[in-house]
Nanobody
Framework: VQLMESGGGLVQPGGSLRLSCAVS????????MSWHRQTPGKERERVAV????????RYADSVKGRFTISRDNAKNTVYLQMNSLKPEDTAVYYCRADGVVVYWGQGTQVTVSS
């Protein structure tokens, strides 16, 4: 089982990034997928979730209207489009797959700074 995040990096406030999480080793299309983030000393926070067929999405209030989660079941990939980034969005971002077993990726750093 592998969940590989990519797309993180350094961006200025107001900028955009798109994170990707490519998965293998399990049936992607049967899993609810979500993005979470964590900063040192804080609990991991869920920022967005999408159902297995992509019909329903939910967002944390802190990112609503700025972030968009999507998935491509043909490519076994989930995305997080992040717009209007703020310094407080700085964190390590993780993707998670929920099925009978929960799987986590290794994380990708997002830094929002001028």
């Amino acid at each position: 089982v592998q969940l590989m995040e990519s797309g993180g990096g350094l961006v200025q406030p107001g900028g955009s990034l798109r994170l990707s999480c490519a998965v293998s080793g399990f049936t992607f299309s049967s899993h609810v997928m979500s993005w979470h983030r964590q900063t040192p000393g804080k609990e991991r926070e869920r920022v967005a979730v999408i159902t297995s067929l992509g019909g329903t999405t939910r967002y944390a209030d802190s990112v609503k209207g700025r972030f968009t989660i999507s998935r491509d079941n043909a490519k076994n990939t989930v995305y997080l489009q992040m717009n209007s980034l703020k310094p407080e969005d700085t964190a390590v971002y993780y993707c998670r797959a929920d099925g009978v077993v929960v799987y986590w990726g290794q994380g990708t750093q997002v830094t929002v700074s001028s």
